[in-house]
């Protein structure tokens, strides 16, 4: 069975850092493309960043320089090292990945993503 299980999630000043897991099981992660998305309620989601299986790695231009997405290939878990957090960063936070089927798709930068988290909340004060 695919779970996807975010943690790290919480309430932190503007300037501060978090760092987002997500515990895999049913693929590895390392064989596959992961990355992380955000959404806050009524807004739409938006791709935050993603590794392949090369350990390239991709950002959206607002997340750049400030975050890192990274994994461990021995605990078959996913991270996202979160700085210099911003208001403008809260929203829940999901980790996904594209396994070819499910009913849940979101397409960004050439990939279907079609298995998620439940997702951590992060919120950033001002």
């Known amino acids: 069975q695919v779970q996807l299980v975010e943690s790290g999630g919480g309430l932190v000043q503007s300037g501060g850092s978090l760092r987002l897991s997500c515990a895999v099981s049913?693929?590895?992660?390392?064989?596959?493309?992961v990355g992380w998305f955000r959404q806050d309620p009524g807004k739409a989601r938006e791709g935050v960043s993603r590794?392949?299986?090369?350990?390239?790695?991709d950002y959206a231009e607002s997340v750049k320089g400030r975050f890192t997405i990274s994994r461990d290939n021995a605990t078959n878990t996913l991270y996202l090292q979160m700085n210099n957090l911003r208001p403008e960063d809260t929203a829940f936070y999901f980790c996904?990945?594209?396994?070819?089927?499910?009913?849940?798709?979101?397409?960004?930068?050439?990939?279907?993503?079609?298995?998620w988290g439940q997702g951590t909340r992060v919120t950033v004060s001002a």
């Open positions: 996904a990945t594209h396994l070819g089927y499910g009913g849940n798709f979101y397409f960004w930068r050439g990939m279907y993503y079609d298995h």
């Open positions: 049913g693929f590895t992660v390392a064989d596959h493309v």
């Open positions: 590794m392949n299986i090369a350990d390239g790695v």
